[in-house]
Each structure stands twice: as structure tokens, then as C-alpha cells.
């Protein structure tokens, strides 16, 4: 067998060994085939890494650099991506099991997180705000908070990354990445691909490790202005007590179980490729998987027809295949996980329809898991509760739009959410009523870096895209000017 490859982590520009001199193994899901070694980060690479941003922070080559010259700056990391999107996406595939198509698609979109926000960064700015004496000026500005720690996941390391480096810089922040222990060698590369485009050693830094390890170190770092995670709700809970400690903030997408609800009057076929879509595709490793399907009764023996038949025809292998529509799940523990939750949902009483067995994927070997289908089930089961992050989908049938919204919202997480209808006013109704931070209507999964995403409840707090996360990685200030030439009067009675 060949010698794995070494990665090492990226601090200050460079490839930095890690202090303690140990490595871990990452494979490849599809096989169990081992891809290459990692450095095993802890608080001294954190504190390295906190240190050589700190110190970019405040060189004058990134702290005085115009808002325009950011742009550029970013603006040329986006199409740096685009020249390595066929590099990048076959790296995630490898790593995190995803399909090759998919990566491919998401390659294809990626460079646009990098550009929109290159065209926002000399469009961040204050107002003047009037006082009631004109001798006086009082305006605001929006200041780079500092250092910002971005803890990433493993389903979608890339995409995910991009959505905190991309505002972080636009901003003028320096970044510290911790991805997940699973998925290390994409944001690696996407920090060397940063120091290619222009941007001074330190600005991106990259920690790889375990949470406990090296997240942990990060969180709790004295030099942080800021910590943006994507995770799940237990993890996020306790990051955000320990921002809210130090009185730093904090941005959280979190979990979600998200129910995609089809009404009698929908395109049901074009309902049962998007029910499809919102748990199968990425083999239903996604925050925002429609993980639950509401349907109403009228149509629900035929809507399950169809998504049966779906289901029970995916191609499961390897996700290098063109020709494949379900790799694996990510890791060994992951797919033990999946099936716990299917062998406790039969436990509960529901019954499988389809699916609900482990496979090597055709002689791979790797984590495969068949899409399933629960039936008999009702709210109160933790199969429908809790989130599963594996393709088990969930069916719930109702009868009116009241029972729809109440069983849609009768959950602790509020991240997203689909309706299927061709009645507007109903769109409009449900998008209203629906306690989800994105409501798509007659589709599912689309996203955009100009849209912005927000989880209520436990699915998270802060905002993700848009021109409003730019207001998560600055802070406010106000000024105020005294333009005339005599002193105050009386400092004991100055007002505006």
C-alpha cells in the first residue's frame, strides 16, 4: 500500500506541523479505504492560529487596505475556485462520500458566494445621523469585529465554509477555521487558494482535529471577536453559552426537521420529485432535509406510490459513478446512527415501507444506508421528532391546513420548511404561518448567497447570505463631531 499523504494544518500562510506531532487517519466512506493523515490540532495549534490572524488583523496590509481592494481580493479567490472546481469537488467526494455530480454542481455555484460578496465589501457603511444642533455631526461606521472562529461540518465543507470565510473577509475580519475531523483536505486546500488570491498570510487559517481537541481551544480562545458554527443543537447550545460568557457573538445554523407538506391541489408528481429531493439527495446528510412529509389524505396513497417507487429505484454506489444517486453516509458512526433510529422507529410502531437495512453498495464496503420510508407514524415517535441526518423519511397524513401547520410546527426546530400547492393565496397563507426561517413553495433546496438563511427555535440563531449577515461580522459605531469654534457652554446640559 502507498504512503498516505501528510496534511498539515495552515497557520500564518504556511503549512504548520502540529505542536504535539500526531496525526489521524481520514477514509474515503465509499471503500473504508484510508485517503491520506491529518494533523491533530490542540490548543497550541489554536493559539498559533489565533495568534498569526491576530497579527494579519492588525498589519497594516489587510487593516489599511481599501473596501475595494477586498473585493478584488475576494473577487479573485472566487476564480481561483472555479479554475480547481473539478480538483475540489473529486476531493469532497473522497472524503465525505457526496456524489462527484453533486460536488460538481456545487463547485459550479461556489465561485458566486466568493463574487457576491466582492461586490459588497465598498458598500458597507455608515449614516449620518441629524442632531438638533447643526454645530454638531454624528455619523456611524461599521468596523471588522477582529478574529472570527468558524467551526465547520462534514457534509458540506466547501459550501459551508465558504458561507462564514466569504462575509468574515468582506468585512475585514481574519479567519480561523476548525473543519470537521472528516472532511479536512478541501478547506485546506481552499486556505492555500485564499494566499494565492492576494490575501496576506494569516488572514485564513486552518486548524484540523477533533472538536474536543481543537474546537473546544478555538471557542474558548481570549483572542476571539467572534465564533460562527454549523452543527447540531447540543454542540451549538454550548458554544453559544460560551460566547455569551465572554460576551463575544456568536452565528448558529443548527438542526432541523423539516417538513415538506403536499396539499390536495399540488402537482403531485412534481411533488413527489421535490419530497424525493428534500431527503434522498446527499443521502439526506443536510440540515435542511425535508425529513418529514406532511400529506393531505385526499392524496396520499398516490403521492407514497410515487415516492416508493423512487426510492426503491435509486442507484446506490459509488459516488464517483456518474450513473450513481446515493453514496454513502460519511462515516462508520453516522450509519450506526441511521439505523438505531430505524430500528427504534420499528420499536415505536412504525412500519418500513421501503429500505431500512445497511448495504456495502454493490461490494464497496463503505457506510451505505437504503432510503427508507416510514409509515404509521405520528409526531409524538422520536423517529419524527429527532433528526435522523440520513435518507428515513417520515410520513404523516392530515386532513385540513389547520391540522398541517400544527403538526408542521409542533416540533423544536425551525429551520426550513416546504409546501407543495398551486393555490397562491394558500403559498402565501403557509409561508406565514409556518414557524421555519426558509418556506419554499413548489420546490425544495434552493439556496443563493444574495438569499439569506436564519433557523428560529433551536435550528439557530443569526443570519447566514445576504447583506444582512454583514451585520454578524461587524460591530456599530457612533461619532460624534463638535464643528464649531466655540467650547460648550454647559457641560452639565449637553444633549443632541
Known sequence: MPELTTL???????????????????????????????ARGDATDIDRAVTAATAAFEDPRWRDLSQTRRGHLLRRLGDLIAEHAEELARTETLDNGKLLREMRGQLATLPEYYHYYAGLADKIHGDVIPTSDRRVLNYTAREPLGVVGAITPWNSPLTLTSSKLAPALCAGNTVVVKPSEHTSASVLRLAELALEAGFPPGAVNVVTGFGAEAGQPLVDH???AKISFTGSTATGSRIASA??????????????KSPNIVFEDADIPNAAM????????????????????????????????????????????DPLEETTELGPLAFADQRDKVA??????????????????????????GWFYEPTILVDVDNSMRVVREEIFGPVLAVLPF??????????????????????????????RMADRLEAGTVWV????????????????????GVEHGTETIKEYTRLKSVWINTGEEPVADPFTMRS
Request: glycine share 16%; charged share 20%.
Open 442 to 461: 413548489n420546490t425544495y433546496r434552493a439556496m443563493s448567497p444574495m438569499s439569506p438563511r436564519q433557523g428560529f427555535k433551536t435550528s439557530g440563531v
Open 222 to 224: 481570549p483572542g476571539l
Open 243 to 256: 460566547a455569551a460568557g465572554r460576551f463575544i457573538g456568536s452565528t448558529l445554523e443548527l438542526g432541523g
Open 340 to 365: 438505531g433510529y430505524v430500528d427504534l422507529g420499528r420499536e415505536e410502531g412504525a412500519r418500513v415501507l421501503t429500505g431500512g437495512r445497511a448495504t456495502d453498495g454493490g461490494g464497496l464496503g
Open 274 to 317: 421535490g419530497v424525493v429531493a428534500g431527503i434522498f439527495a446527499a443521502a439526506g446528510q443536510t440540515c435542511i432535509a425535508g425529513s418529514r412529509v406532511l400529506v393531505h389524505r385526499s392524496v396520499h396513497d398516490e403521492l407514497l406510490e410515487r415516492v416508493t417507487a423512487r426510492a426503491r429505484a435509486i442507484r446506490i454506489g
Open 8 to 38: 498539515q494544518h495552515f497557520i500564518g500562510g504556511k503549512p504548520t506541523a502540529p505542536a504535539s506531532g500526531e496525526y489521524f487517519e481520514s477514509s474515503n466512506p465509499a471503500t473504508r479505504r484510508p485517503l491520506y493523515r491529518a
Open 399 to 428: 386532513d385540513t391546513e389547520e391540522e398541517a401547520v400544527r403538526i408542521a410546527n409542533d416540533t423544536e426546530y425551525g429551520l426550513a420548511a416546504g409546501v407543495w400547492t398551486t393555490s397562491l393565496s394558500r403559498a402565501h
